[in-house]
Structures are given as structure tokens and as C-alpha cells.
């Protein structure tokens, strides 16, 4: 009851974000927000996460958080009003129970760059550094990616060769890192030690780094040592009680208990079954080194509470750390962690259930009663969230059906056509950054032989290495392609029944003679349509008979007479839909005649060429639609896997020496970073199939969920939508490490760039990327529909511009070389310099017959264009440039229309006219001689009219009356984004 709801937490996770109260006089107290993660250890604290999912829900996550050295009264406080906090929220939020230094993943990811308590509290009227007397204090920081400070005592035994510590003292920091750590560890202890410098001394301190087992500077070493009492060597770490106390509580089976007000007994123990759990009681699974509570929806209320006392009993009565996890979960809301302490978590008869109602408003509407709106399939995927679509006119498609150990060439007039006996494989090749990157799909009739499967599985990773393993592999099986696959064949992609590989007709056997195994134009055949637009249409041939229709959507009839096509449209189909089937019937036979039919106004002869009147069903197949994606990092991948989960991940969070699971529910990423054992780079799907057989039994997805391998610098907008995505990451790489150490030491540090002299070069064949604008997006890639992002709006292909062969070379000399027949030139994070070749001449060529040219010392040593121009001649063999290579050449390379950019010296003016208005190279982004003073958001507008019509050939008016979203796609084209 409200009466019953302390006030401060009136109106609380009514938005996403984070909310904070701290226990004062025994009641919660709101936390101004720039207090956030300053937290006292004599003090207890509540913290609410509100996140909102795809769809507009909003989910809730409390912690309540105890410092070491708060009461045991606060912290009853604490875990009192955390029920209070949970019944404002309906009883939706799942309660973790957090004690200073072992706070887990997931709250420590809400304070970045670091969290880190305060000594003192409330009632000690908190602890405050008086000037002249600052208080030194010695931090130990562990953690890969979020960074687990502890305060230790501030003396050199506390010091050890595992892990890195940050002395933090009135005129200096000094980072000591361990022979032992990690990089990524040292790494976070520098942004421990920035924090430290802008919070504590308002970035007025010196940094110095001090090396284990290296004097490095003797001076900054002296000042370090002598600060905790004198050098002394430093012991082994040996492991301590905490450590095999936790070992061993890791390995106890888990306990099912069940609790109520005055008795508790124990279910089960080892193995658990979900059928365990009764919704009118509550539970503690004890797992040993963490404990939860289950508290059925029925639950009593006095149960709640017992379940929640006998947790904290085991915890004292056991002897366990007092830190022990304790997980607060009601019915429904159960954590993927939980649910892994159980057997199969969802039933197959739970994941095959059907919604009655469909059925219920068929029968209904077959009666004659209005039911429209009674049935409602899935609710759409937002708008803003929709992954980006391909464009199939901004690259390269070819097509292989698989027939045993090899590929049969599809010719393009038959893209889009499937057959559920086969496997494909779909290469789609497009341009982006200066260079081509590679979407391959190998596709799996539902059908279809294992014989092809394996093929196919085998042709793929063949086709990814004679890429460099810089392709996009994805799995996709008959019935979950994505929209991007579809999106392919321009609303032509079609699935007939049988197949044409030898292993398929073998299998289907004598008795029909192969007669039956492929799809023939002249037979009734009867098809099932899906989709409203070229991006999600999907034609499937189904058995001609009446149970194979169904009331939700669209079927198209194909008749032996080869005039006549009946398209049928369901009770409950949409008109899209109904337009969608029209138009696929007219292109399945040109010129035959389309007879549209409502369900109900059937004449005879459609039903005779069903073979009669049948029941067919009323509901929808329900798809699996997509989540909120979550990022894992794994281990053990080459043998028993383990995967742990990255909360609130960034696109930092992929380091290259590691392999990372994407999840997104419909789709699995494997991410495979550069620096990745080499053992493990090689299994690429498999990893990802490792992962779905694990979670297949928790979370009741489908076992055929598309799969798809991702590798680190190849990133593609599938991928990349899921993260807040800096392309300049990719391309300039400045190593972690190296820039937090300048950004600390004060200094400027540039990106990373192999070098190689000319002697190397000239020894290595040469393949060169096709000029594009640098940084730009790929104009292959734009919004679906569903999503209403970027759409392209290039109008011709860079693989059709009609660059001569000369202004290509050209251009391709003054970028960086890559080689082939030798490893890439990569940055340390694996991206941004190698990469497998474009073709120099506008078209693509059928991979991996790449071209490539042998370039003379000569052009790499050239240092300026003229040598460079000349060096291009010799390569072709041409003795004049052509029109066209002149007209790039004047251009610098670029297809972009002349704009006047310079003053009478040939020099860029970063100076606006009498008028105000600017040159467009001084406008453009990253200019040598910018505009000053400019709203970087509106460069275009600082054109002046007649150079603002030469650039994006319209006018200003016409311009700015364009969506939002094809005006930036226009200026990221220009460089004026």
C-alpha cells in the first residue's frame, strides 16, 4: 500500500537511468547526482537501475550496497527498504545484496571510469582531507575490463607481482605494476589514476609509472619506495584463505530448499529440475559461493520474509564469507545464471505452445462476425532500432548452389531461387573505407543432405581464407533468414520444395525416380507469402492441399492451366501482404492472369484443385524476435567453454586478444579479435554453435538461430548497430595503453601507422583498394523499413563510376599499400590497415581470382605527384592520360564535383568571404586550414549558393527540405558531417 512506501521513493524507475538513496537516521535519503559513486564505507546505500528495452518496457535492478564499516542496524535498514522499493516497482525488480571491495560486474559497471568508496560516514560526519595534511592511501585494481579497487594498507607488504597498485599522495601519483599483470589491468589502473588526479587534485599532479623488477627512473623509484617505508623484495603471492575457501565453496552442488513462515525442508539436491519450483512457496537455492532466493507469485508474504532470513542464516550458520552474493529473484524475472544451475529451464511443450486466440477469432470471423483487432501478431521492432538493410546495387552478388565437394555457379537471373533440399553459399562483396569488405552467407534447406551441409560448412571457411578470414560468415537455416539476407534479392527470394544436388536426389530414393525432386512451372504447386516489403518478402512452396493455408497470411495458387494463378489473402492478412502476393505472383508467370480471392469467397474450383475442403490453421507461427543484445567474453573455447557476461558494454570492451559472444536472441555473433590464439580463430562458427547448444536449454530459442563471425577490424552495420560505433577507432588505432599514459604524462599522441621502406615494398606484389571517401559510410548498407535509418543515396555504384584505370592507379598510389601473399599490415588492435584487395578496374572479378600488379621501386619511393603520376603511366603501359583520368586528376582523385577551394597562391583560405561565406575545403572536416567559429553541425551552410549547388547539385531549399537522415548521409559524403 502507498501509505505503507517511504516517501523518498515516491515516483521512482518512472524513466531509464539511475537513481541513488543513501540510509540516514535509519530512512532513505535521496543522493544528488553528482554524488553518484561516492559512497562512504561507514554508510549503507540503495541504488535503483531503470533500463528500457526494445519496445518501450522498462526492467528494474536494485543493489543495496553495505561499506565495510556501516552498522548492523543501517544495513537491516537497507535490506528492509529495498522491499519497499520492490513493491513501488510491483515486485519486477531482482535485489542484489553488495559489500565494499567484492562488488560485482554488473554495479561496478555503473560508475565509470571507477568506483571507489570513501573512508568514513554519516554519523562519523564523514572523513575530509584538511590542506597540509592529505591523507595517502594505497589501491590495489584488478580487472580486464571494469576495475575492482580495493583499498589496502598503506605499507610495501601489501604490494605483490600479480596485480597493479596506484599510490596516491598529496603531489604525485605513482602506478606500481606487477611482472604478472595484464595490460588490460594496467590499463584500468591508469584510469583509477586519472580519476584520481581530476578528483582529488583537480589535474594538478605529477604521474609517474614505476615497473616491477625495472629501476626505470631512479629519482620517480626513490620518491615511490620511500613513501612506503624503504625497499624490500617483494614475496610470491600465495594463495589465501579467501581464495581456497572460495574454491571450495564453487565446487558444492547446488541445495534446493524450500522455505516457509515456521519450517524450511530440502528438496533436492545436484541436479535441478524447474518443475521443482511451486509458485504458492518460496525457495533458497544455495549454490555454495552465491545464494539465491525464489519467491513464487503466490506466494505469502510471511514466506518471503523466512526465505529471505534463511539466506542470511546459512551465511552465518556455515561460516561463509560475509560478502557472499545474495540474489533476491521473483517468478519470471529468473537470470540466465540461475536458470544454469537447473536442468532444461523451458520445456519443449512450453516453447511448441500456440496462442489460442488466433483459433478462437478464425472461427468467429468464419461465422461472420467482425473480429478486426481481436488478433495481434508480435509487436514490431521499433523503428529506431531495426538493423540496417543491404543494398544489392552498391556491390558485387554471386550466387554458388552446392553439389558434394564442390560449388555450381548460380547465373543471376536465378538469385533468389532456393530449393529446401540444398545448401548456397551467397557472397556479397561492397566497398567501404577505401577498401572491400565481404558478407558471406551459406544458407541450409531445411531439406537438405548432411553430406551438403558439411560441404557447405567447408566451402565457406575455404572461401573466408582466400579472403584473409576478413569475410562475415553467417549460417542462416530455411525459415530464420534475416532481413539483410532477404533484403538481397529485391523481394525475389523464393524456396521451392525438393532439390538439385546429386546427395539430395540419392536420398529421396528410387520409388519416385528423381521425378518429384525439383520444382517444375507447369504442376500445381501452391505457395505461402510473407512480407510487406522487397526487404522481408519470403516465398515458400508448401504441399498443395487445404490444411496448408492458414488465416494470417497469403498463398498464391499455381494451377496446370498456364493462364490462371488464384492469390488467396487470410482472414486476418494484411493489404501489403495482399499487394506483396499480387506482385510475386505476376513475376513467378509473366502475363498470366491474377485472380485475388478473400478467404470465405472460394469458388468450387479452387477447392478441387486443393483436393477438397479441409481445416487448416487459424494462428500465426510465432518468430522469435530480438532482444537486447549482451556481450560475452569466452574462454576454454577448444574445450568445455565458459562465457562471461560484459554489462553495459562499449565497443572498448573488444580487446583484440580476445573472442566475444554477441547475443542479440535471433542472432549470435562471434567476434573473433586479432590477436586470438590461432587455435581458436580457426573454429570461428563453431564457437558461436557452442554457445546456442548452451543456452538453447535455458532460454527455449531455436537451436537454428542464424550464427554469424565477425572478425576484429571487418565489423559490418549488423554488427555495429548494437554499439555506440566510432569508425575512427577502426581506422586510426592508438593502442590503449600508450594513450592513457600520454593522456596522464600530458602529452599528444599521434595514431599508429606502419612504416616500410621503399626496398620492402617493391619486393611484394601489390593489390590496390578503389578510392572512396575515407571515414564514409558504406552506401551498400542503409535502413530497413522497420527501422528508418540511414537509406543510400548514392546514385551510382563506386563499382560503376567509370574512373578510368589511370585516375585509379593513381589514387590507389597515394594510399597505402597492401600486400598479398603476406601477412596484413595491421595496427596492434587489428584494424584499419590490412585487408584483401578491391579490383583496380571498375568491376568486381569472381573471388579469389583477385587481381593484383607488380608496382616498381620507383612509385613507392615517389614523393610527390608528379613522380607518382608518372609511376602509374608505367604500369598500365600508357604513353597519354585519358579524359577521364585528367578529369580525376584535377579533382585529386575524387568523383566529387570541382568546388573553388583556393586562393591566387594555391593555398586553402580558412577565411569567409565579404559575405561570410567559406571555400569548401576550409568547411570540410579535418581540414588543414578550418573555418574558425563555425557550428559544426551546419558546415554546408556556411556554402555559398553557387558552390552549395555545385557540391550537392540541388539548391539550398530543396536541400533542407529533404528528411533529416538523407541530408547527413549527403554531408558524410562530402566530408561536411
Known amino acids: 500500500m502507498s501509505k505503507d512506501v517511504d516517501p523518498a521513493f515516491q515516483g521512482a524507475g518512472q524513466k531509464a537511468g539511475l537513481e541513488v538513496w543513501r540510509i540516514e537516521n535509519f530512512k532513505p535519503a535521496p543522493l544528488d547526482k553528482e554524488n553518484y559513486g561516492k559512497f562512504y564505507s561507514g554508510d549503507s546505500y540503495i541504488v535503483l537501475k531503470t533500463t528500457e528495452q526494445k519496445g518501450g518496457k522498462l526492467s528494474f535492478t536494485i543493489h543495496f550496497w553495505l561499506g565495510k564499516d556501516t552498522t548492523q542496524d543501517e544495513a537491516a535498514t537497507a535490506a528492509i527498504k529495498v522491499v519497499e522499493l520492490d513493491g513501488v516497482l510491483n515486485g519486477r525488480a531482482i535485489q542484489y545484496r553488495e559489500c565494499q571491495g567484492h562488488e560485482s560486474d554488473l554495479f561496478l559497471s555503473y560508475f565509470k571510469p571507477c568506483f571507489l568508496p570513501l573512508e568514513g560516514g554519516i554519523a562519523s560526519g564523514f572523513t575530509k582531507v584538511s590542506a597540509g595534511n592529505y591523507a595517502q592511501r594505497l589501491f590495489q585494481i584488478k580487472g580486464k575490463r571494469t576495475a575492482h579497487v580495493r583499498q589496502v594498507p598503506f605499507n610495501r607488504n601489501s604490494l605483490n607481482h600479480s596485480d597493479v597498485f596506484v599510490l596516491d599522495t598529496e603531489h604525485k601519483i605513482f602506478q606500481f605494476n606487477g611482472a604478472q599483470s595484464t595490460k588490460q589491468e594496467r590499463v584500468k589502473a591508469m584510469e583509477v589514476a586519472q580519476f584520481l588526479k581530476d578528483t582529488n587534485h583537480k589535474g594538478g599532479v605529477q604521474f609517474a609509472m614505476i615497473e616491477d623488477g625495472k629501476l626505470g627512473d631512479e629519482a620517480d623509484a626513490g620518491e615511490f619506495w620511500l613513501s612506503l617505508g624503504g625497499f624490500a623484495p617483494i614475496p610470491m603471492k600465495k594463495t589465501g584463505v579467501e581464495e581456497d575457501q572460495s574454491a571450495r565453496l564453487e565446487s558444492l552442488p547446488p541445495r534446493l530448499v524450500c522455505v516457509a513462515k ?41 514466506d518471503r520474509k523466512a526465505a529471505n532470513a534463511h539466506a542470511e542464516a546459512i551465511i552465518l550458520k556455515d561460516g561463509r564469507p560475509s560478502f557472499t552474493p ?137 572461401l573466408d581464407e582466400a579472403l584473409q578470414g ?81 488465416s494470417m497470411d497469403c498463398f498464391i495458387l499455381q494451377t496446370q492451366l498456364q493462364s490462371m494463378y488464384f492469390v488467396w489473402f487470410g482472414s486476418f492478412s494484411s493489404e501489403k501482404e495482399q499487394k506483396a502476393s499480387i506482385s510475386t505472383a505476376e513475376r513467378l508467370r509473366p502475363g498470366a492472369q491474377v485472380k485475388g480471392l478473400k478467404e470465405g469467397s472460394e469458388p468450387p474450383k479452387f477447392w478441387e484443385f486443393l483436393g477438397g475442403k479441409a481445416g487448416y490453421p487459424n494462428t500465426r507461427e510465432t518468430t522469435a524476435i530480438s532482444r537486447d543484445a549482451r556481450l560475452f567474453v569466452c574462454s576454454n573455447v577448444t574445450t568445455t567453454m565458459k562465457v562471461e557476461e560484459i554489462h553495459n558494454f562499449v565497443q572498448d570492451d573488444l580487446l583484440s586478444e580476445d573472442i566475444m559472444i554477441l547475443d542479440t536472441f535471433t542472432e549470435v555473433f562471434v567476434w573473433i579479435g586479432h590477436h586470438a590464439p590461432e587455435k581458436a580463430k580457426k573454429m570461428g562458427l563453431e564457437i558461436a554453435q557452442k554457445y546456442l547448444e548452451m543456452v538453447v536449454l535455458t532460454d527455449g530459442r531455436s537451436s537454428d538461430s542464424t550464427i554469424v563471425k565477425v572478425s576484429d577490424g571487418s565489423e559490418p552495420p549488423m554488427f555495429t548497430c548494437h554499439f555506440t560505433w566510432d569508425n575512427t577507432k577502426s581506422a586510426t588505432f592508438v593502442d590503449p595503453y600508450d594513450r592513457m599514459l600520454a593522456l596522464l ?119 610527390d605527384a608528379a613522380e607518382a603520376k608518372k609511376a602509374a603511366d608505367e604500369i598500365l603501359g600508357l604513353a597519354n592520360s585519358s579524359t577521364n583520368a585528367t578529369e580525376a586528376s584535377a579533382n585529386g582523385g575524387s568523383t566529387e564535383p570541382a568546388v573553388e577551394s583556393t586562393d591566387d597562391t594555391g593555398e586553402v583560405d580558412g577565411s569567409p568571404s565579404a559575405e561570410g561565406f567559406y571555400k569548401y575545403e576550409a568547411l570540410k572536416v579535418g581540414s588543414k586550414c578550418a573555418a574558425k567559429n563555425i557550428d559544426v553541425t551546419k558546415r554546408e551552410s556556411y556554402l555559398s549558393d553557387e558552390d552549395f549547388k555545385k557540391l550537392f547539385e540541388m539548391d539550398k531549399k530543396e536541400f533542407y527540405s529533404l528528411a533529416k537522415w538523407k541530408q547527413a548521409m549527403r554531408k558524410k559524403a562530402k566530408g561536411l558531417f
Open 262 to 302: 515456521d519450517s524450511s525442508s530440502r528438496i533436492a539436491e545436484g541436479t535441478l529440475q524447474k518443475d521443482m519450483l511451486d509458485s504458492t512457496k518460496c525457495y533458497v537455492i544455495d549454490c555454495g559461493s552465491e545464494i539465491y532466493v525464489w519467491t513464487g507469485k503466490n506466494s505469502a508474504l510471511e
Open 326 to 462: 545474495t540474489t533476491a529473484i521473483a517468478e519470471g524475472l529468473e537470470t540466465p545464471m540461475f536458470k544454469s544451475h537447473f536442468g532444461v529451464w523451458i520445456s519443449a511443450e512450453e516453447t511448441a505452445k500456440k496462442s489460442k486466440t488466433g483459433r478462437v477469432a478464425a472461427m468467429l470471423a468464419q461465422q461472420g462476425l467482425n473480429v478486426k483487432g481481436l488478433v495481434k501478431g508480435p509487436a514490431p521492432v521499433p523503428e529506431e532500432e531495426g538493423p540496417p538493410m543491404v543494398d544489392v546495387s552498391m556491390g558485387k552478388l554471386q550466387v554458388w548452389r552446392i553439389d558434394g565437394s564442390k560449388k555450381v555457379k548460380v547465373p543471376s537471373e536465378d538469385h533468389g531461387k532456393f530449393y529446401s533440399g540444398d545448401c548456397y553459399l551467397v557472397l556479397f562483396t561492397y566497398n567501404k573505407d577505401r577498401r572491400d569488405e565481404y558478407l558471406l552467407f551459406f544458407w541450409l534447406g531445411r531439406n537438405r543432405t548432411m553430406v551438403d551441409q558439411n560441404a557447405a560448412a567447408q566451402l565457406a571457411k575455404e
Open 470 to 550: 576478413r569475410a562475415v560468415q553467417v549460417r542462416i537455416v530455411q525459415g530464420k533468414e534475416p532481413h539483410q539476407f532477404i533484403s538481397l534479392f529485391r523481394g525475389n527470394m523464393i524456396v521451392f520444395k525438393g532439390g538439385l544436388s546429386s546427395s539430395y536426389k540419392e536420398q529421396v530414393g528410387g520409388s519416385s525416380g528423381g521425378a518429384s525432386t525439383a520444382y517444375s512451372s507447369d504442376t500445381l504447386a501452391l505457395f505461402q507469402v510473407r512480407g510487406t516489403t522487397a526487404e522481408s518478402t519470403r516465398v515458400v512452396q508448401v504441399d498443395p492441399v487445404a490444411r496448408s493455408l492458414n
Open 745 to 863: 604524462q600530458g602529452r599528444k599522441l599521434e595514431p599508429k601507422t606502419p612504416a616500410m621502406k621503399g626496398s620492402e615494398v617493391s619486393k611484394k606484389r601489390i593489390i590496390f583498394a578503389s578510392p572512396m571517401l575515407s571515414g564514409a559510410p558504406s552506401p551498400a548498407f542503409r535502413r530497413s523499413p522497420y527501422s528508418g535509418s540511414m537509406s543510400n543515396v548514392g546514385k551510382t555504384s563506386p563499382y560503376r563510376s567509370g574512373m578510368s584505370q589511370h585516375a585509379a592507379a593513381l589514387a590507389a598510389l597515394q594510399a597505402t599499400p597492401i600486400f598479398k601473399g603476406t601477412p596484413s599490415l595491421r595496427s596492434r588492435s587489428g584494424r584499419g590497415m590490412g585487408h584483401t584487395p578491391s579490383p583496380l578496374m571498375g568491376s568486381i572479378t569472381d573471388v579469389p581470382d583477385l587481381p593484383s600488379l607488380e608496382l616498381p621501386p620507383s612509385a613507392v619511393a615517389a614523393e
